[in-house]
Structures are given as C-alpha cells and as structure tokens.
C-alpha cells in the first residue's frame, strides 16, 4: 500500500476532546501513517444507536451556603460554650451559652431585634410562631398565622424555654437567641471561649446542612448546560451517585489572585457571555450546582473532591465509532480506515456529529454502515 497522506490522530484526539470536556473536537497536526494493509489490526465495530451527550468536569462534594450564614451575638456577658467546626444545629438547639444561658437557634429569615411579648405582632413574631409549630410547642390552629403573639404563643414560648434550661417567661429577648435560615452546619468559629460577649459581633459562620455538589465549568461547556439536566456523580469511595441541575450561576472571572467577579442565578441555562478585565491571566467559569437524589450514599464524607457528569442530551440511531478509530486528513476533515472480510483496508471520509465522551464514540455519517469493522490503534 502507497503511503498515506493521513495522520492518526486517534489518541490526541480522544485526549484533546477528554481534556477540553466539550463537545468541540480539535485535531492535532503533523506526521503520516504507513501501515500496510496486511499488517495485523485492531478493529472495532460501526455502531447504530443512542449516543449520551455529556459534559465532564471534576467537582467538589459540599454543605449549600445560607442565604445569611453569619451567627451573630446579641447577648452581653463572657462565652461559656462555643459549637465546634462541622456541628449540625437543629432549630430551636442550644447555639452556644453566654454566662452560662442558652442561646438558642430559631429558624427564619427575620433577625431578632427587639423583645417580644404578649400583644405585638410582626414577621418576626410570625416566624416565632412558626418555630413554636414546627418544634412540636403549639397547633398551628391555635396561633395567627398572621403573626399576632397571642395567649397560644406565651404559653408555648414558656415550654420551649424550659426545655433549653432559660427561665419560663411568657417573652423573648434578642440575646436568647439567634434567627438563621433552616437547621445550620458550623463552618467556622471565630469567637473564643471565655472572652467577653459583644453584642453585635459573629460568632461563627455556618452553612445549610443541604449537601450539593458545585462544579465550575468552561463558558463552551456550561452553555449546553440546564436546570433539570440529570448527573451522575463519583465520590471517593467511588461509588456512583445520581444528582440534578439545581442552579446555575453567571459567569465568574478569576484574575489569579484569589478574587473573582460573577454571581449565582436561581434558574435557567448557563450565561456564556462576558468579558474578562484587568492585565493579568483570567480564568472564566460559570457554577454549577447539582443536589444529590441519594443523601445515604455520600453519608460520613464531608467536603472531598468528586468527578462530574452531566446529561445534556441524546442522538437516537446514531452511527458511530470509536474516537480513536479517526484519521485527520492532511488537506482537512477527517477518515476512518475500514477493514472487510479478506482483511482489504479503505480510507473512508466521514463528517463528525455529537461526542458521547463517557464510552469514548462520535458520531460518523459518511460511506459507513453498522456492522463494518474500522482500524483502531492496538491497546
């Protein structure tokens, strides 16, 4: 057989399409191949079905962050108790204890910041009440849902209080406790035991106790991405787990030096517009947040690395072959090199489709049909 004028370039494709994780092929140049026809070869088959278009990322096992994630003192005295780093905090626990008195976690998105009794209503008696149902204190027949601190309210106030080792008044006070959104996981502490108490001043930062997953993709990536798209994710005990798109972010830009420019949106497709200022080197990604189907199966790892997969669509009856099995032609475009019954070898142009970069296929359309075997480099 004459020499080639093809170059394989099977393995830096299959690298260069694995390294970018995109649907995006980028060929690489130089060198031919002068295999002759008779020479032993591996082969693969031509393959006529559903193809998975995925998009791969590595990404980080997590807790998701509070709306407001700062625990903040309002009592005055010296703290005899602080929570521990990765301590999950129920509503209506004990947060941490100044002279000794509770300070106690109420769940709501209203911080407290006056005393309440008997007689006032506002949101933040609303949520007061909330609390109150859902700890079990009171029926949420017997208390306004409009936020009015009635008889019903004092009367549960005085168990729940009771219940934390405070004194069985019918009122509440700002320094009895601290009003975050939903059940918390300590991230950080920043105050220390024993010093004094000021109101005003964190105590400690803390999390939602919601596991997700956070991956930060490339703009061309994340463009194919959407809310609702499934995943699957691989945690380092390596078992494999299912997830879905929650939420996606905007583009951030990361200059290098630890800062980064962007937001998170609640909803809808990867943003892939955008411009990257400044002089130095940029990285822009967008965030992807994933929550997890199977809680159990991540149970006992906290934050640890995890390799992505995201679903992002499907081509039924494709045809196709192995990535490596393609030849860039010299002049543009690329071949496969078929191999019939007798062992005879053919260059056969073919145009690509979709990548499935899970099992390594592309889709083919050209002069090839399902069953033909195709030249592959031997493992």
């Known amino acids: 057989m004459k020499p080639k004028a093809w170059v394989l370039a099977g393995a830096a494709l299959a690298a260069a399409v694995l390294a970018a994780l995109a649907i995006v092929i980028h060929p690489s140049g130089g060198g031919s191949s002068n295999q002759a026809s ?21 990404g980080t096992l997590t807790y998701a962050a509070q709306a407001d994630g700062s625990v903040v003192n309002q009592a005055t005295g010296v703290l005899t108790a602080l929570p521990s780093v990765g ?17 106690a976690l109420l769940c709501g998105s209203t911080p407290l910041y006056r005393s309440l009794s008997e007689g006032m209503k506002g949101w933040d008696v609303k949520e007061l009440n909330r609390n109150l149902v859902d700890l079990g204190y009171a029926d949420g027949a017997g208390l306004d849902p409009s936020g009015y601190f009635g008889s019903e309210t004092r009367s ?61 993709l490339d703009p061309s990536e994340a ?11 691989t945690v380092p005990n390596n078992r494999t787990t299912p997830g879905v798109v929650r939420r996606i972010g905007t583009l951030v830009v990361d200059d290098g030096s630890g800062s980064a420019s962007g937001s998170a949106s609640g909803s ?112």
């Open 156 to 216: 549960a106030l005085k168990d729940l209080k009771g219940d934390l080792g405070l004194a069985r008044t019918g009122s509440l006070e700002p320094a009895q406790a601290v009003a975050l959104p939903g059940p918390l996981r300590i991230s950080s502490v920043s105050a220390t035991l024993g010093a004094p108490a000021q109101p005003g001043v964190p105590i400690a930062e803390a999390t939602s106790t919601a596991r997700r997953v956070e991956v930060d």
């Open 268 to 379: 809808g497709s990867a943003t892939n517009s955008g411009s990257s200022g400044g002089s130095g080197a940029t990285t822009p990604t967008v965030p992807v947040f994933i929550k997890l189907k199977r809680i159990r199966d991540v149970r006992g790892i906290q934050q640890a690395p995890v390799q992505v997969s995201i679903i992002t669509g499907r081509v039924t009856h494709a045809l196709s072959v192995p990535v490596t099995a393609l030849l860039a032609r010299a002049g543009g475009g690329y071949a496969v090199e078929t191999v019939d019954a007798g062992g005879e070898r053919r260059l056969v142009p073919v145009d690509l489709g979709a990548f499935d970069q899970a099992n390594g296929l592309v889709q083919v359309s050209g002069a090839v049909r399902a069953g033909q075997r195709v030249v592959v480099p031997a493992s």
């Open 38 to 58: 008779g020479d032993p070869a591996a082969t693969a088959t031509v393959e006529r079905g559903r193809l998975a278009l995925q998009v791969s990322a590595a």
């Open 223 to 233: 463009g194919s991405v959407k809310v609702g798209d499934r995943a699957s994710i």
């Open 87 to 103: 301590d999950m905090i129920k509503c209506g626990r004990v947060l941490y204890r100044v002279q000794g008195h509770p300070v």
